[in-house]
């Protein structure tokens, strides 16, 4: 069973419960509902920010959030890379169910895009009575249909592509360079970090007397490694000059979050948004030589980007909502994921989930109204062959590039180094059995050569595969 047939009455009682409140603190305002907040960062591994105990990488504004809020230690996204870790979080959907699950090989990247027959986040949330917007990278299609201004967000300011220099481009295509929408450039005169929250700062302020949903996906800290002087500066204490830069991009994307909560406050906002911050993936992990990789951090998670080892799938996950009655300062161990977004925003804005949405409301978890110890917590993921399911504490995974099946404990051994299988193989057929059950309703990667579909299809069988 998929998590939302256990509980999928959470969201509605959440709605419910959390209106009154929501009104009554925004009186003031004129504001009928809270405004939200997601942050959605780029290769951000498990271990980079202090509040998940990074030693050298200083992040004191985002650290605040969970001084603030509840910060999740098993918070996972739908894939371990970026587009379709994207596509997962926007639609509220896993994306194998419509072909987004690797990101399209280079002969398909003008003509690929998030499927035009699902709803975004943003298409919901505008019919819940939000102004919507989203900042930063897209990476779900370069074609006029599948620009954000076209898939449910009233504002964009950001690049259409994934990867791309942090320094101004004033010229080159118009994927490559920021943009509020088809055939609209911006002047880029600055730091790339610094220029998205610009545009964060210019939405807010033109849509500050309207309820507003905001997703802010900065491209920090993904490749290349660029970042401003004075960033790099405040990392002195940092030995090796490749990491030292790195950290200045970090200090760059929590100064831009600081702007933003200032922002907040400024307007009298800030105690009634719910905001999260999350990362679409772990951190890349590999030879510095090969991709010039600067020792990021997923620890104590195995792997990294690309893989479905914890550590390319289980993120910073934080969510703060002052006047929401989450507690402040909380750790949560249990799973939550990208998939739960959709459902708890809608909830928050009183309106109700589709019935056909995996992920539920999450609010009544973190504020420890109800508990999952023994449901809400199957989650999935299928990616370049590889396989695995997480039910409870344990998890299924299948390596092929190893061609070794692992059982792991997660409680016990989160680094995944004790493969239970031959204790435990009962176990392990149980979750192969559901990961076989959810498979059945996926289909084919699309944007693949057939030599990558072939393996794919040796690796997962004809099921799912169509």
């Not at 610094?194 to 920090?220: C, H, M, R, S, W």
Request: one cysteine or more; glycine letters at 10%.
């Amino acid at each position: 069973m998929e998590r939302r047939e256990f509980i999928k009455t959470a969201a509605i009682t959440a709605a419910a419960s959390v209106l009154p409140l929501t009104h009554n603190t925004m009186a003031a305002n004129n504001r009928s509902k809270p405004n939200m907040v997601v942050f959605f960062v780029d290769d951000m591994g498990y271990g980079e920010l202090g509040c998940y105990g990074s030693k050298d990488l200083r992040t004191p504004f985002i650290d605040t959030l969970a001084e603030n809020g509840v910060r999740c230690t098993s918070g996972y996204v739908t894939a371990p890379s970026c587009g379709p870790s994207r596509a997962g979080i926007l639609t509220g959907q896993y994306q194998q169910r419509f072909g987004y699950e690797i990101n399209p090989d280079k002969q398909f990247r003008d003509t690929f895009g998030l499927d035009l027959n699902y709803q975004t986040i943003g298409d919901r949330m505008k019919a819940a009575g939000y102004k919507t917007g989203a900042i930063g990278k897209w990476d779900l299609g370069r074609g006029v249909d599948h620009n954000p201004i076209n898939r449910g967000f009233d504002f964009y300011y950001g690049h259409i592509v994934g990867a791309r220099n942090y320094w101004p481009m004033q010229k080159g295509p118009e994927s490559m360079v920021v943009s509020r929408g088809p055939g609209e450039m911006v002047k880029e005169t600055k730091y790339l970090t610094y220029q998205l929250t610009d545009g964060a700062l210019e939405f807010i302020d033109k849509y500050k007397d309207d309820p507003f949903f905001l997703y802010v996906a900065y491209n920090a800290p993904h490749v290349p490694f660029h970042a401003p002087d004075e960033a790099i500066a405040r990392n002195r204490h940092i030995k090796s000059e490749k990491r030292r830069t790195y950290a200045g991009m970090i200090t760059a994307l929590d100064d831009s979050v600081g702007r933003i909560l200032e922002k907040l406050r400024d307007l009298g906002f800030e105690e009634e948004t719910m905001i999260l911050f999350i990362s679409d993936n772990g951190s890349p992990v590999g030879p510095p030589t090969t991709r010039g990789y600067v020792d990021e951090n997923n620890l104590p998670l195995r792997g990294g980007k690309g893989g479905l080892y914890e550590g390319g799938i289980r993120v910073p996950f934080i969510v703060q909502w002052k006047t929401g009655g989450l507690p402040r300062g909380k750790t949560y161990d249990r799973p939550v994921s990208v998939l739960d977004v959709m459902p708890t925003a809608l909830a928050v804005a009183g309106a109700e989930p589709p019935s056909n949405l995996p992920g539920v409301d999450i609010l009544p978890y973190l504020k420890g109204k109800k508990t999952n110890e023994d449901v809400a917590n199957v989650l999935y993921w299928r990616y370049k062959g590889y396989c695995a399911v997480r039910k409870g504490d344990f998890k299924w995974v299948s390596d092929p590039k190893t061609q070794v099946t692992g059982l792991f404990n997660l409680a016990t051994d989160v680094g995944e180094q004790k493969n239970l299988i031959e204790e435990n193989p009962e176990k392990a057929a149980e979750l192969q059995a559901l990961w076989r059950q959810w498979n059945k309703k996926n289909k084919a990667p699309l944007w693949q050569p057939q030599n990558s579909l072939n393996m794919m299809r040796k690796a997962y069988g004809n099921e799912g595969m169509n």
